[in-house]
């Protein structure tokens, strides 16, 4: 450990918090993990939430006894935490934190006082309500109603607030308490999202809203970046007020303040970055520019992108990018992913081994993925054994042939041939089915379909209704995959295939992105902030980027993207017929 300077990523998660350390490099130096349920035992909760029927939260000062455990972690493990130059973090999105009047007063005990623990300063008193509520916990849906309601359904509160009114955003949850809790809401002085929270105790006074994470909210005005006024009314007069006003924009929140110095060995000269939510994180963990995707092939599929449109959708989410003026993060979130991949696997183990289960193996599936030879072009099927979010629609498996000039359905049928053309299929909708959703999202990529296809052709896919030719130009420039299924190369080959980035097609195994990104905005932020270097957090971190850790998957293929035009329409006319 002979680098100069450190930077700390946070990860506060739902059953962990995690904070990672890099040098100067941008090299991983050391990382440390607090498990909620397993290390503080006392707050019994199971996975780091408490559940009582729709209801989902987790104890606050949980999260203040796990910060004080995870630096006395790192020193212990005689890290010197006197030579970290900034910190920054990611936060579970959504959980809001409930301050009372006191808090303010108590927090600033933390800027001369180190002796007990941060519970103790920043104890019950602090908090109007002692659970925050978790991304988790679905029991608003009467106040999603109202919210979209208020402003006319859910596309007008996509359009608004970048996403249409969910469960786990913070303005439903907010307004369940102000309706089901007016005491609790009138003793709230301030709230927090999880991130906001953090980032006050470790400045030591309240601090507003990061920008980016108060966009999963139903609550902020996108396009003119403050509160819109007719849903904070819809919550109460006073929720403005509470909220402190508008986010803060500030790349520095302030420096760390002296609890940390005199107990952990901080230097007071510690810049505090803003902690975002975990997926702006995650975009931030990977040399992301505007046009590339990062595609996250876990149990579910969830697509992340960078952009410079404002397309927003109620089937996805659009974000104010953390660390990059005047572009959007968009997250695409799929129920069925790597399980339902995994179904066809097992029924195609069990056919091919005389009904022995051939456990987790994916051979046969990937031969039968990669397998060109198939008669298959006029097939397609969707496989949904989970209601899906994109399309919104119930669970359901349909198979049908398409009339390959016209792209019209013409049969319904049962099944393929045999099982590999479920495995091909599966694959390729999946991937054909991020490809048009990210599609409006994307700059035009200058190439041009070789088939002869009708492109004033309409094609429907949710909300959006446009001509064909709208969707043929529109490519990444460079995919990321991370997560469980990207480990699987004929998965991943399928994936590049029909996304047909233009530049490029990697993969990467981290367990770490979300505390990565954190270091990331913190070094950039602190940089960036204090002159000492002026380039935009995307060319900094592509100049800087630890390449090598990145593989290089496939190359381009714009032969096999072209192939897959064709099964556009027939995939706008398929999702037509469910519901
Ligand atoms: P989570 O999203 O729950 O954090 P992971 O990112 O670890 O989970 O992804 C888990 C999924 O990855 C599993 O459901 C499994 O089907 C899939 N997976 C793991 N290895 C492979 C593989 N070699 N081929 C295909 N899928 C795989
Ligand atoms: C995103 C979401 C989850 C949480 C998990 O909208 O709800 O990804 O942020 O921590």
Redesign the pocket.
Known sequence: MSQDSYYLGFDLSTQQLKCLAIDQDLKIVHSETVEFEKDLPNYRTKKGVYIRGDTIECPVAMWLEALDLVLSKYCKAGFPLEKVVAVSGSCQQHGSVYWSSQAEALLSQLNNESEKDLVHYVGPAAFARQTAPNWQDHSTAKQCQEFEQCVGGPENLAQLTGSRAHFRFTGPQILKIAELEPETYKKTNTISLVSSFLTSVLVGHLVELEEADACGMNLYDIRERKFNNELLHLIGDSCKQKLMGAPMKAMIAGKICEYFTQKYGFSADCKVSPMTGDNLATICSLPLRKDDVLVS????TTVLLVTDKYHPSPNYHLFIHPTLPNHYMGMICYCNG??A??KIRDQLNKERANNTENDND?TLFNQAVLDDSKDDDNELGVYFPLGEIVPSVKAVDKRVLFNAKTGKIEQVVGKFADLTHDAKNIVESQALSCRVRISPLLSDSNTKSQKNLDEDTIVKFDYDESPLREYLNKRPERTFFV???S??GA?VKKFAQVIGATKGNFRLDTPNSCALGGCYKAMWSFLYDSNKITVPFDKFLNDNFPWHVMENISDIDNESWDRYNTKIVPLSELEKTLS
């Open positions: 092939l876990g149990t579910s790597s399980l991949r995994e994916w997560g469980g299924a480990k699987n998965i």
